[in-house]
Structures are given as structure tokens and as C-alpha cells.
T-cell receptor, first 114, second 111 residues
Framework: DVKVTQSSRYLVKRTGEKVFLECVQDMDHENMFWYRQDPGLGLRLIYFSYDVKMKEKGDIPEGYSVSREKKERFSLILESASTNQTSMYLC?????????????FGSGTRLTVV | GNSVTQMEGPVTLSEEAFLTINCTYTATGYPSLFWYVQYPGEGLQLLLKATKADDKGSNKGFEATYRKETTSFHLEKGSVQVSDSAVYFCALRPNFNKFYFGSGTKLNVKP
């Protein structure tokens, strides 16, 4: 069964810490995405990547960075965590074969910054 | 530009009731359309999709028809179950890689 795996389901970090959220996919997908999900705001795209070492800003990149050193792994980095980054973080991947392909999502990481 | 508008929730229904969740979109080009479902504490799962006008996507008793003339992709189910309680997201994917999601509609089904 194809999978997108996020390293942690729940995470609690302190304000100012550097936080790494890891995502790994086993489908050889070219595209990977990081979203955050907040009540009433739906899914908001933080960053995405179409290829190894390639990244593009989404709608809300401030306070975040990403790394994609290998095709299967896409990391989201909170350089200095703040309480307003408390959220559910969802990773997704997709094939780049045109518009017919859906995303495959991970189970999410619920991050709490205290 | 590209955007998706969903009806606001929550939607509360009794078991075996008929479900409609409205979704309309604006898009450049000819997008594919999707419905995703998110059960409590989980990530999103693909429920169904349609890739061109007049296509009907279906899965697990849910259906949605791609209506280009009304730019709509409404989700329907004839008889909901308690296990269908979840948040439903409508999404579109234009002819490149990025998805656009609606804000989600929470469905509560009571026994």
C-alpha cells in the first residue's frame, strides 16, 4: 500500500525552538507539499517542491523553511517556533503526470508550541 | 484565478438521510475535481474524482458530477451512516501541479 509517513503524530515544543517535521513517501512522486490546517481556515499551503533540491513558496511561507535533499523526503523547518504556529501540519505528495492525479496525504502532525 | 467555495457547516443529519454538500469553483483551463474526506484525528483521504466535464465520480455510495456549465461539483449520498461523520473537502487541480482546496464542510450524522 502506498504511503506518506509523517514522523510524529503529536509534538510539543517550546517557543524559540527549532522544529523539524519530517515527511517520507514511498511512491516515487515528484511533487511534495506542506499544508497547515486550522479551524475555520481550511488547508493553507506553506511550501511545495516539484523536484529534489527545488522548493517554492506557498501562500503562508513566513516563519517556515523546507528541505528536499532526496526525492522521497520533504522536511518542514520552523526556524524559531512561536505559539501562532500551533497547528495540524499535513504533508502530501503527488505524481506530476497532469491534472488527473490526486494527492496522497500523511496522517498529520499536531504541533503545540508552548 | 483558481478557487473553491464550499457550503459552510456543520451539516447535521439523521442516519439514512440524503446528503448534499455544495461545491463551486472558478478555474483557468480545464481542471480535475476531487472530494477528500478527513476522519477525526486523521489526514485527508481521496474519496472520488472527476477529470472532465460530465464525468461522475463515485465511491462508497458517494457521487459527484462535474458540471462545467454551473462550475459545480456537489457531493451527494442517498443514505448517510454514522460512520460518514467527517470533514469533507472539495478541491480542484488545474493542468499543473498545485491543488486548491475549499474550506471544508463538517458532517455530523446522528443515530
Amino acid at each position: 500500500d502506498v504511503k506518506v509517513t509523517q514522523s510524529s503524530r503529536y509534538l510539543v515544543k517550546r517557543t524559540g525552538e527549532k522544529v523539524f517535521l519530517e515527511c517520507v513517501q514511498d511512491m516515487d512522486h515528484e511533487n511534495m507539499f506542506w499544508y497547515r490546517q486550522d479551524p475555520g481556515l481550511g488547508l493553507r499551503l506553506i511550501y511545495f517542491s516539484y523536484d529534489v533540491k527545488m522548493k517554492e513558496k506557498g501562500d503562508i511561507p513566513e516563519g517556515y523553511s523546507v528541505s528536499r535533499e532526496k526525492k522521497e523526503r520533504f522536511s518542514l523547518i520552523l526556524e524559531s517556533a512561536s505559539t501562532n504556529q500551533t497547528s495540524m501540519y499535513l504533508c502530501a505528495s503527488s505524481s506530476s503526470g497532469g491534472g488527473n492525479y490526486g494527492y496522497t496525504f500523511g496522517s498529520g502532525t499536531r504541533l503545540t508550541v508552548v | 484565478g483558481n478557487s473553491v467555495t464550499q457550503m459552510e457547516g456543520p451539516v447535521t443529519l439523521s442516519e439514512e438521510a440524503f446528503l448534499t454538500i455544495n461545491c463551486t469553483y472558478t478555474a483557468t483551463g480545464y481542471p480535475s475535481l476531487f472530494w477528500y474526506v478527513q476522519y477525526p484525528g486523521e489526514g485527508l483521504q481521496l474519496l472520488l474524482k472527476a477529470t472532465k466535464a460530465d464525468d461522475k465520480g463515485s465511491n462508497k455510495g458517494f457521487e459527484a458530477t462535474y458540471r462545467k456549465e454551473t462550475t459545480s461539483f456537489h457531493l451527494e449520498k442517498g443514505s448517510v451512516q454514522v460512520s460518514d461523520s467527517a470533514v469533507y473537502f472539495c478541491a480542484l487541480r488545474p493542468n499543473f501541479n498545485k491543488f486548491y482546496f475549499g474550506s471544508g464542510t463538517k458532517l455530523n450524522v446522528k443515530p
